[in-house]
């Protein structure tokens, strides 16, 4: 017997018991049914069961491999587009799709039919990934690190020849294509600064 048909079974004999009886049913439905106390008796004072609306739950559609995977290449050959524009870029890139990749009709339609929000949801983690590619591309080395003097405590220093270097990237969120980056060296006693500009192609 499900939750439904249960409450069915037990409404009336709640409406015509007493109060001490109504509490003897009311655990009884809590612990069968697995509701909260003041849902339980919510549902065995309101309407009769015949009248409710229960709510249906309906589950997202579900996309495959192969569908996250041409939505992924779509989405890095295309320049890495906010959500809506690739959505509308999608029917575009369908015949550069069937070269590469071996799309069912099935694969088709539902990279056709995926939403801008079901899109997010797909990159997030890839979104994640290339966000601190683009702002953490400088990497530690270690091949002069033993050779070179460096002093990190404090800055404090009352003569010239400590210095501050920033290699910095001018590319915004997205590193493709041609941007510019700058190499900038600052002295910190006389706050002397040297910048060299360069462009790159992504």
């Given at each position: 017997?499900?939750?439904?048909?249960?409450?069915?079974?037990?409404?009336?004999?709640?409406?015509?018991?007493?109060?001490?009886?109504?509490?003897?049913?009311?655990?009884?439905?809590?612990?069968?049914?697995?509701?909260?106390?003041?849902?339980a008796?919510?549902?065995?004072?309101?309407?009769?069961?015949?009248?409710?609306?229960?709510?249906?739950?309906?589950?997202?559609?579900?996309?495959?491999?192969?569908?996250?995977?041409?939505?992924?290449?779509?989405?890095?050959?295309?320049?890495?587009?906010?959500?809506?524009?690739?959505?509308?870029?999608?029917?575009?890139?369908?015949?550069?799709?069937?070269?590469?990749?071996?799309?069912?009709?099935?694969?088709?339609?539902?990279?056709?039919?995926?939403?801008?929000?079901?899109?997010?949801?797909?990159?997030?983690?890839?979104?994640?990934?290339?966000?601190?590619?683009?702002?953490?591309?400088?990497?530690?080395?270690?091949?002069?690190?033993h050779?070179?003097?460096?002093?990190?405590?404090?800055?404090?220093?009352?003569?010239?020849?400590?210095?501050?270097?920033?290699?910095?990237?001018?590319?915004?969120?997205?590193?493709?294509?041609?941007?510019?980056?700058?190499?900038n060296?600052?002295?910190?006693?006389?706050?002397?600064?040297?910048?060299?500009?360069?462009?790159?192609?992504?």
């Open positions: 017997m499900g939750r439904r048909e249960y409450l069915r079974a037990i409404y009336d004999r709640y409406q015509r018991s007493s109060l001490e009886q109504k509490g003897t049913i009311l655990d009884e439905f809590c612990k069968v049914c697995g509701y909260h106390r003041k849902y008796i919510r549902l065995l004072s309101g309407r009769r069961p015949e009248a409710h609306r229960w709510p249906f739950r309906t589950r997202g559609p579900s996309y495959g491999r192969p569908v996250i995977q041409a939505l992924v290449q779509v989405w890095e050959a295309a320049g890495y587009p906010w959500s809506v524009r690739l959505k509308a870029l999608l029917p575009l890139w369908l015949p550069w799709l069937r070269r590469r990749l071996a799309l069912s009709a099935d694969t088709e339609r539902q990279l056709l039919a995926i939403s801008p929000r079901q899109i997010d949801r797909r990159l997030r983690a890839r979104k994640r990934i290339l966000r601190r590619r683009l702002y953490g591309r400088t990497k530690p080395g270690t091949l002069l690190k050779h070179i003097p460096i002093k990190t405590d404090h800055w404090d220093v009352t003569a010239p020849g400590f210095t501050e270097i920033d290699l910095v990237s001018h590319s915004g969120e997205c590193a493709a294509g041609e941007f510019a980056h700058s190499f060296l600052t002295d910190i006693h006389s706050a002397w600064t040297e910048i060299l500009r360069g462009a790159r192609q992504g």
